[in-house]
């Protein structure tokens, strides 16, 4: 791809991204929704996913942003829904689905048909937690929502290695598959815990806060090249070192966090976007190799594999959510009882993605023998059917529907009282502390400096306390937001003071750089105390 239509895609579909934040509809459906109208208007260059790009340099910074920003105890707690939803279902999904396509299309092969179901089996909760956190579902369905995505790839694309070597006639076996999966999984988990403590040592290591962000950027390649170099899962090498990451990143220098945080945000943002306006622009490729088959026909067939992938979800949730509760006494004392409710959500919340997109592209063109792969352009377009009806259909009505079922949403009062005492807390024991030091001669300060100190932690503890009080009848702003605003001003008049200053040379632009950083980091911190 040239560097224009490669910039067009990236600034467009940021654009649309960010636009979608002033609208009721989430990012992922609007990107693809004009993906899809801007796929046939003139002038707008081709775009076809190639497998060798998505797979190995998309999916895994994808994977470890998302894998960073999970909770680890929570996904622990929640282990057993996730793991019945990322590997129990999805192997459900391609039997179900591939039967189903068999018996659906007559000229579809059973092995070709089972690769269908493999490349379909794996939804994408990129757009189900964004709306999930849009309309404040429960911290549960969430958390199961992004373990399922974080591990469901792996199964899928191992799923579909053995059904596409039984389709081009590699005589696979089931006993072939379940070592080739086992193969996969066990050793991607094996990568990423080979690979998680001397990362983390350099991490921590590294002094220069550049020089570690780098190391950040390399990780989620460096873990799934390696695991894919020794036929191992490098989705589970990915997730299982940035599971780790995340969970000790406390250890690593404030600075490293700081850059971090914002260059993996930009990272996330500009991928996810480009990600799902990819998946409308590819309607003009789909459609380019249906033409020997019916309009009336393939309508049809996407339509009945559209419902049987939605049909097979629920027909798996329901039992794998209760029927554990049923069976042992132990799920019952551990985990809360589910509701209806929540495993309707959860089943509704099956949206497909880029992966399946992708899978499918890399389906090879001939089979051994030299003969075309049986079906290879009608599996593209369920497979591109698939992704946009679920998208479409599951992503515009799940927040009118978790609406509708009136689940319990996140209590945000209660949280910030959480938040409350956990800062309550830590601030007696840094109390402690500073009055351990300062009775250490060799830490004697002036009083300003330690009243000072003793100021910016009452400051800290108050803040979160101020945003449950009242709210200022003049301005409708509680402390919390007028203290913000007017630190804000603060920093501006000396911002403006410091350019102005520089502009009269009486400072060079280095120490303007110096000052105006020194600013930026009050602000932000500021910023942090209030949020």
């Not at 798996?316 to 209760?322: E, K, L, Q, R």
């Not at 593209?380 to 529907?401: K, N, R, S």
């Not at 956990?422 to 840094?430: E, F, K, N, T, V």
């Not at 102005?500 to 110096?514: C, N, Q």
Request: glycine content about 6%; proline content about 6%; overall charge neutral.
């Amino acid at each position: 791809m040239h560097i224009l239509p490669l910039l067009l895609l990236v600034a467009g579909s940021a654009a649309v991204a960010a636009a979608a934040r002033r609208t009721p509809v989430p990012a992922p459906l609007l990107l693809v929704t004009v993906g899809l109208l801007l796929s046939y208007v003139p002038g707008v260059p081709p775009y076809e996913l190639d497998p060798e790009v998505v797979l190995p340099l998309l999916l895994p910074p994808l994977l470890y942003t998302a894998a960073a920003d999970s909770s680890y105890l929570d996904l622990r707690a929640q282990l057993r829904p996730v793991a019945l939803l990322s590997v129990g279902y999805v192997l459900f999904a391609t039997l179900v689905v591939g039967w189903a396509a068999y018996l659906i299309v007559p000229s579809l092969p059973l092995p070709a048909a089972l690769v269908l179901g493999a490349v379909v089996a794996p939804p994408d909760a990129v757009a189900a937690t964004a709306v999930a956190r849009r309309v404040g579902l429960p911290s549960r369905l969430t958390t199961i929502l992004q373990g399922e995505s974080l591990v469901n790839d792996a199964t899928a694309i191992t799923a579909y290695k053995v059904a596409l070597a039984a389709a081009v006639g590699e005589g696979a076996t089931w006993a072939g598959g379940v070592r080739e999966f086992l193969l996969a999984a066990v050793g991607g988990v094996a990568v990423g815990l080979v690979l998680m403590l001397p990362l983390h040592w350099l991490r921590t290591h590294l002094k220069e806060a550049l020089l570690q962000n780098t190391l950040s950027l390399l990780i989620p390649f460096v873990a799934y090249g390696i695991a894919e170099q020794v036929h191992a899962s490098g989705v589970l090498a990915v997730v299982v070192v940035a599971l780790y990451l995340g969970h000790r990143s406390w250890e690593v220098d404030f600075a490293t966090r700081l850059q971090e945080e914002a260059v993996w945000k930009m990272v996330a943002f500009i991928l996810e976007s480009a990600v799902f306006a990819l998946i409308g622009l590819q309607l003009p490729v789909v459609l380019k190799g249906l033409g020997h088959y019916k309009v009336t026909d393939a309508a049809w067939y996407a339509v009945a594999v559209f419902l049987v992938v939605v049909v097979s979800r629920y027909v798996w949730v329901y039992p794998a959510t209760f029927l554990p509760r049923l069976l042992s006494a132990r799920v019952r004392e551990r985990e809360e009882n589910p509701t209806w409710k929540a495993a309707f959500i959860v089943g509704w919340a099956g949206m497909r993605g880029v992966v399946s997109l992708a899978i499918a592209f890399s389906i090879p063109l001939t089979v051994h023998g030299g003969g075309d792969f049986p079906d290879r352009n009608l599996i593209l377009f369920l497979t591109f059917t698939t992704v946009i009806g679920t998208l479409v259909v599951q992503g515009l009505t799940l927040p009118p529907l978790i609406r509708l079922l009136k689940l319990p949403r996140r209590d945000p009062q209660a949280e910030t009282l959480a938040e409350a005492n956990a800062q309550a807390q830590a601030s007696r024991a840094a109390e402690r502390r500073l009055d351990e030091l300062l009775a250490d001669e060799r830490n004697a300060l002036p009083p300003p400096l330690a009243d000072r100190l003793r100021s910016v932690l009452e400051r800290r503890r108050n803040a979160v306390w101020e945003r449950l009080g009242a709210v200022n009848p003049v301005s409708g702003e509680t402390a919390d937001d007028t203290y913000r605003r007017l630190s804000r001003e603060m920093i501006g008049a000396e911002r403006e003071v410091f350019v102005r200053l520089r502009d009269l040379r009486y400072i060079d632009d280095e120490m303007l750089r110096t000052l105006l950083r020194r600013l930026d980091l009050e602000e932000a911190a500021a910023y942090r105390e209030a949020a």
